[in-house]
């Protein structure tokens, strides 16, 4: 009979390529896992790993027993929680994943929320931006994944070829770091309206431009993006700068991007210095200090949506939909124009 922390063993060892690794993630010892998986090899009746010095690898059937594992566990995980529900014990335990702007703005409010109503409910968070926190939902490595999504932009004809951009040039073949077009990475951003996932719409997040405080556009209330052809940018994550070098090439140019940071303090830190003009959500907005800086109305609008995502046996948990519950609440409260 195959036990449910045999299952989480493999899944450490083939995560991590080692015994040993795979006690360091799991906070036990190297001859715990190595018994645990003779005794998973022994209840499967075949071997599961190859090990040839010091490398290791799976065989046919521990990839099989892998790519069932996070579907087995997270089964396993809402059945443990139902049943804890309806024998009432007020008990429950949520892995989240959120993107840092939304850690730091929707996150702590929904959690304060559930703590209030659910002392007994435990909650732990890890920040990870989409696609890697959908896949870590699929994986089985959290119940919740809140993330976001741009809408798609139709280029301009001749996008790029705006005069006195040419030093951002290279941009236009591919942004470092982003998803190519058609691989696994970038097609995960439009799956989540696979049957596989529960989707509940939380906000829909307005950019909106950053700019030194003595900047010429400072104190315009709105700007089209194209009036800032010719200034150099600070980009964000990877998708969010190819994002953003899909809207101004919409927009007839290509922007120069001198600078690349996910670190929003940064961002704002380097336009304070004079050092370019960015685009920042207005979530990110709100958690830090713009000091130095000055926002103005980019049109067209460009806004992203942001999502909280579970899988359907875990949506019928009564600790993770309580969860989503609470960070509807939160988005419904969060101040938008």
Do not use: N
């Amino acid at each position: 009979m195959i036990e449910p922390r045999h299952l989480r063993v493999l899944r450490a060892v083939a995560a991590t390529g080692s015994f040993s690794a795979a006690a360091r993630e799991l906070g036990c010892t190297q001859p715990a896992v190595s018994q645990q998986m003779k005794a998973l090899e022994q209840s499967s009746g075949t071997p599961l790993l190859v090990r040839t010095g010091r490398e290791m690898r799976l065989t046919q059937a521990g990839e099989a027993l892998v790519r069932h594992a996070a579907g087995i566990l997270a089964g396993l995980t809402a059945a443990e929680e139902e049943v804890a529900a309806i024998a009432g014990l007020r008990a429950g335990r949520v892995r989240l994943v959120s993107f840092p702007s939304g850690s730091s703005t929707l996150v702590p409010t929904a959690l304060a929320e559930l703590r209030e109503s659910f002392p007994g409910t435990r909650v732990s968070l890890v920040e990870a931006e989409p696609p890697r926190s959908v896949e870590m939902l699929r994986a089985g490595d959290c119940e919740i994944a809140v993330a976001f999504r741009y809408p798609e932009v139709q280029r301009a004809a001749g996008a790029g070829a705006a005069a006195g951009v040419g030093a951002g040039a290279a941009v236009d073949a591919e942004v470092p770091g982003a998803p190519a077009e058609g691989s696994a990475e970038g097609m995960a951003e439009g799956s989540w309206g696979k049957d596989d996932l529960v989707v509940r719409p939380l906000l829909s997040d307005r950019l909106v431009g950053v700019v030194p405080e003595g900047h010429r556009l400072a104190g315009a209330g709105a700007v089209g993006i194209g009036e800032l052809a010719g200034e150099p940018w600070i980009a964000g994550c990877p998708r969010c700068r190819r994002h953003l070098v899909d809207v101004c090439e919409a927009a007839g140019f290509t922007p120069r991007i001198d600078f690349a940071t996910d670190d929003y303090p940064a961002v704002i830190g380097l336009v304070a210095a004079g050092l370019g003009v960015a685009v920042l959500p207005e979530l990110a907005l709100e958690s830090v200090r713009a000091k130095g800086t000055a926002t103005v109305e980019v049109e067209p609008a460009v806004r992203r949506e942001v999502v909280a995502l579970t899988l359907p046996d875990l949506a019928r948990v009564p600790a993770v939909a309580a969860t989503l519950d609470r960070l509807e609440s939160a988005a419904r409260r969060t101040p938008r124009p």
